[in-house]
């Protein structure tokens, strides 16, 4: 009778016995650790036989404002730190605003501008001696502040600066030209003509640096031929003149 008991009971439905109910193991092998497995939460059985629950893991959060301080007194200044190498020059900034016009100024002194001029001639025609002669005139044109000398032909330079020289002259038939343009006593420039049976007029200019003191005139002498220029009483025929470009003071 005890055997058919036992195959009874086991053919009954696992449900039917709760007291019978074997708590439900996952499958775990023999690599894995053992049961229950080792979470980070806590777990705790409901009851004997029951699976075990993940309870939710709780993190604290303190206010750090709650134990924020009053705050200090200002602390004594420190000492300055060394200057620090210049660095490179920054970019161009944009132009500013326009300032305001300033007071006219006091007015100052008038520039006085220097002025030197000559321009004489002859109306009598010279023939060459036998020794050098300077070119005596008897027409003054323009002479500022008298510093052409007629008699003697001589320019004295009152102004320094760079002047502009012309000598003109008509030849004479069948006798030479030759003249020089002097600077004290140094030929700076040439005038001459062969002889000819025409007569022609001449001229020669140049310009010529002066230095306060220095003289300018006309030289003539004789050589193998006759040297000579002519003249009428009527006309005029022979002039010099020189004027200033630009004083030193403006070089």
Not at 99 to 111: A, D, F, R, W
Not at 116 to 143: H, K, M, Y
Request: glycine share 10%; charged share 15%.
């Amino acid at each position: 009778m005890a055997a058919p008991a036992v195959l009874f009971l086991l053919a009954l439905p696992a449900g039917s016995w709760p007291s019978l109910e074997l708590p439900q193991q996952p499958c775990v092998h023999c690599c894995h650790p053992a049961w229950p497995p080792a979470f980070s939460g806590s777990y705790t059985p409901k009851s004997h036989g029951e699976r075990w629950v993940q309870l939710p893991h709780v993190r604290p959060i303190i206010d750090i404002s709650i134990l924020k301080g009053e705050k200090g007194e200002t602390g004594v200044r420190g000492r300055f730190g060394r200057r620090g190498s210049e660095g490179p020059p920054g970019s161009r900034g944009p132009p500013g605003h326009k300032g305001q016009k300033g007071q006219v100024g006091l007015p100052g002194t008038p520039y006085q501008r220097a002025y030197a001029a000559f321009s004489v001639g002859r109306r009598e025609g010279l023939r060459s001696a036998d020794t050098v002669q300077a070119v005596p005139f008897d027409t003054e044109l323009v002479n500022l502040d008298g510093a052409f000398h007629l008699a003697s032909g001589h320019f004295l330079c009152p102004v320094p600066g760079v002047y502009f020289l012309s000598l003109t002259v008509h030849t004479w038939n069948y006798k030479e030209t030759y003249l020089h343009i002097m600077c004290n006593q140094r030929a700076t420039a040439v005038l001459y003509a062969q002889p000819s049976e025409r007569s022609v007029m001449q001229t020669q200019s140049l310009l010529l640096p002066l230095a306060a003191g220095d003289t300018v005139w006309v030289r003539m002498f004789q050589r193998d031929r006759d040297n000579a220029i002519h003249g009428e009483r009527g006309d005029l025929y022979i002039t010099f003149s020189g004027h200033l470009v630009k004083p030193a003071a403006e070089l």
